[in-house]
């Protein structure tokens, strides 16, 4: 009994990205070059604002949904939040869902959508891109392994998806935000 406690307990606070780093990172290079490269500066801030912009976008959509009669209680959503972000990498069943709140799987299927107003399924892809967006802002990765990272399969499917939610490709999107190259300051990969 202990053993299978121990093995659908999820931690409190799932691993997300943290933004700070990468953002102390690109505005103290921008300090450094406000006075002699301006373009360096320039390109820094735009992408330290883009970080901002997506965090932003991220909590708005990702944020506590509003408790409704009938939805899955304030612990339940961290829970699930925090199981799902776990595992982004790989295949998430809406069988193993609803197990981790030890609910069924058809009631699961209807207090998630009264809670969050849209399918486990549509919430998982979600947050795939939105953690691929992440990373497309604060790694150097090619988009085949951000693909792999995010659950996503690969990166035709990446694509596709990506650009349905953005009506650009993936390339193009990060392209936007990072058109100029990062000279004095490195962004970590492995973040």
């Known amino acids: 009994m202990q053993i299978e406690e121990c093995a659908t307990r999820v931690p409190e606070r799932a691993e997300e990205p943290n933004l700070l780093p990468s953002l102390v990172r690109l505005l103290d290079g921008a300090c450094q070059d ?6 360096n500066a320039k390109f820094l801030l735009i992408r330290a604002t883009s970080l901002i ?36 990498e790989r295949r998430i069943s809406l069988k193993e869902l609803s197990a981790a709140l030890k609910l069924s799987p058809t009631y699961f299927c209807r207090v998630f959508k009264r ?55 993936p390339a193009t999107w990060r392209r936007e935000r990072t058109e100029f190259r990062l000279r004095g300051v490195r962004v970590d990969a492995a973040a």
């Open 34 to 39: 406000l006075d002699g490269d301006r373009e």
């Open 53 to 88: 912009r997506v965090e932003i976008d991220r909590q708005r959509v990702g944020g506590a949904p509003e408790m409704k009669a009938g939805g899955l209680a304030t612990w339940q959503i961290r829970r699930l939040k925090a199981y799902i972000d776990v595992r982004l």
């Open 115 to 169: 809670t969050f107003h849209e399918t486990p399924q549509r919430y998982i892809l979600r947050r795939r891109i939105d953690k691929a967006e992440m990373l497309m802002l604060t790694t150097d990765l090619p988009l085949s392994e951000i693909a792999v990272r995010c659950g996503l399969g690969d990166q035709a499917h990446f694509c596709r998806t990506f650009r349905r939610k953005h009506s650009q490709t």
